[in-house]
Protein backbone atom coordinates (compact mmCIF):
# COMPACT_ATOMS: atom_id res chain seq x y z
CA UNK A 1 0.00 0.00 0.00
CA UNK A 2 0.75 3.68 -0.86
CA UNK A 3 1.35 6.12 1.42
CA UNK A 4 2.75 9.61 2.10
CA UNK A 5 2.70 11.21 5.51
CA UNK A 6 3.77 14.95 5.86
CA UNK A 7 5.17 16.63 9.12
CA UNK A 8 6.56 18.94 10.36
CA UNK A 9 3.68 21.99 9.74
CA UNK A 10 3.00 24.88 12.23
CA UNK A 11 2.29 28.32 13.15
CA UNK A 12 5.15 30.99 12.49
CA UNK A 13 5.63 34.36 12.24
CA UNK A 14 6.15 36.32 9.05
CA UNK A 15 10.39 35.91 7.92
CA UNK A 16 10.37 32.83 9.83
CA UNK A 17 11.07 29.23 9.03
CA UNK A 18 9.78 25.84 8.84
CA UNK A 19 11.15 22.32 7.72
CA UNK A 20 8.34 20.54 6.30
CA UNK A 21 9.09 16.28 5.83
CA UNK A 22 7.37 13.73 3.85
CA UNK A 23 7.71 10.24 4.57
CA UNK A 24 6.96 7.61 1.31
CA UNK A 25 6.54 4.40 0.83
CA UNK A 26 6.20 2.06 -2.90
CA UNK A 27 8.87 1.97 -5.32
CA UNK A 28 7.06 4.47 -7.52
CA UNK A 29 7.96 7.25 -5.23
CA UNK A 30 11.30 6.52 -5.33
CA UNK A 31 11.96 6.55 -9.11
CA UNK A 32 9.62 9.82 -10.16
CA UNK A 33 9.85 12.93 -9.25
CA UNK A 34 8.39 14.48 -6.04
CA UNK A 35 6.79 17.87 -5.33
CA UNK A 36 5.29 19.86 -2.65
CA UNK A 37 1.89 21.23 -3.27
CA UNK A 38 -0.10 23.22 -1.10
CA UNK A 39 -3.79 24.52 -0.77
CA UNK A 40 -4.94 27.52 1.10
CA UNK A 41 -9.01 27.93 2.04
CA UNK A 42 -10.82 28.72 -1.37
CA UNK A 43 -8.23 27.92 -3.71
CA UNK A 44 -6.69 25.83 -5.82
CA UNK A 45 -4.19 23.28 -4.89
CA UNK A 46 -0.55 24.21 -6.69
CA UNK A 47 2.66 22.14 -7.35
CA UNK A 48 5.53 24.52 -5.78
CA UNK A 49 8.89 22.96 -5.71
CA UNK A 50 9.56 19.69 -7.56
CA UNK A 51 12.92 17.60 -7.49
CA UNK A 52 13.55 15.06 -9.37
CA UNK A 53 14.90 11.49 -8.97
CA UNK A 54 18.31 12.53 -9.62
CA UNK A 55 18.10 15.66 -7.35
CA UNK A 56 17.61 18.63 -9.70
CA UNK A 57 15.18 21.05 -8.63
CA UNK A 58 12.78 23.06 -9.97
CA UNK A 59 10.46 26.34 -8.18
CA UNK A 60 7.36 28.17 -8.75
CA UNK A 61 8.12 31.76 -9.15
CA UNK A 62 6.46 32.40 -6.05
CA UNK A 63 8.44 30.70 -3.81
CA UNK A 64 11.77 30.90 -5.44
CA UNK A 65 15.11 31.71 -3.37
CA UNK A 66 12.52 30.95 0.04
CA UNK A 67 12.06 27.43 -0.36
CA UNK A 68 14.66 24.61 -1.04
CA UNK A 69 13.22 21.41 -1.58
CA UNK A 70 15.60 17.99 -1.08
CA UNK A 71 15.29 14.15 -1.16
CA UNK A 72 16.94 11.02 0.72
CA UNK A 73 16.36 8.18 -1.54
CA UNK A 74 17.72 6.43 0.94
CA UNK A 75 15.58 7.12 3.47
CA UNK A 76 12.79 7.76 1.45
CA UNK A 77 11.98 11.55 2.42
CA UNK A 78 11.27 14.75 0.69
CA UNK A 79 11.89 17.75 2.68
CA UNK A 80 10.92 21.24 2.06
CA UNK A 81 12.95 23.84 3.60
CA UNK A 82 11.14 27.26 3.74
CA UNK A 83 12.48 30.55 4.69
CA UNK A 84 11.58 34.28 5.08
CA UNK A 85 7.61 33.13 5.10
CA UNK A 86 5.26 35.35 4.21
CA UNK A 87 1.04 35.47 5.26
CA UNK A 88 0.59 34.14 1.65
CA UNK A 89 2.40 31.14 2.34
CA UNK A 90 -0.36 29.69 4.52
CA UNK A 91 -2.01 26.72 3.18
CA UNK A 92 -2.33 22.79 4.21
CA UNK A 93 0.88 21.73 2.05
CA UNK A 94 1.23 17.94 0.91
CA UNK A 95 3.62 15.61 -1.20
CA UNK A 96 3.01 13.58 -3.83
CA UNK A 97 4.80 12.69 -7.33
CA UNK A 98 5.07 15.49 -9.73
CA UNK A 99 5.27 16.73 -13.14
CA UNK A 100 8.39 18.92 -14.03
CA UNK A 101 7.28 21.42 -16.18
CA UNK A 102 3.68 21.49 -14.23
CA UNK A 103 5.80 23.61 -11.38
CA UNK A 104 4.00 26.90 -10.49
CA UNK A 105 0.98 25.20 -11.86
CA UNK A 106 -3.00 24.79 -10.29
CA UNK A 107 -4.45 21.38 -9.96
CA UNK A 108 -6.37 19.15 -10.96
CA UNK A 109 -3.35 16.77 -11.22
CA UNK A 110 -3.11 12.88 -11.79
CA UNK A 111 -0.86 11.32 -8.95
CA UNK A 112 -2.99 9.11 -7.37
CA UNK A 113 -3.97 9.38 -3.68
CA UNK A 114 -2.82 11.99 -1.45
CA UNK A 115 -1.57 11.78 2.29
CA UNK A 116 -3.34 14.14 4.90
CA UNK A 117 -1.45 17.32 4.35
CA UNK A 118 0.72 19.78 6.89
CA UNK A 119 -0.66 23.07 7.75
CA UNK A 120 1.37 25.80 7.65
CA UNK A 121 0.17 29.25 9.29
CA UNK A 122 2.21 32.26 9.00
CA UNK A 123 0.71 35.21 11.08
CA UNK A 124 1.77 37.96 13.83
Known amino acids: QVQLVESGGGLVQPGGSLRLSCAHS????????MGWYRQAPGKQRELVAV???????NYADSVKGRFTISRDNAKDTVALQMNNLKPEDTAVYYC??????????????????WGQGTQVTVSS
Open 96 to 113: NRAVWVRVGSKGPYDVGN
Open 51 to 57: VSSGGST
Open 26 to 33: GSIFRINA
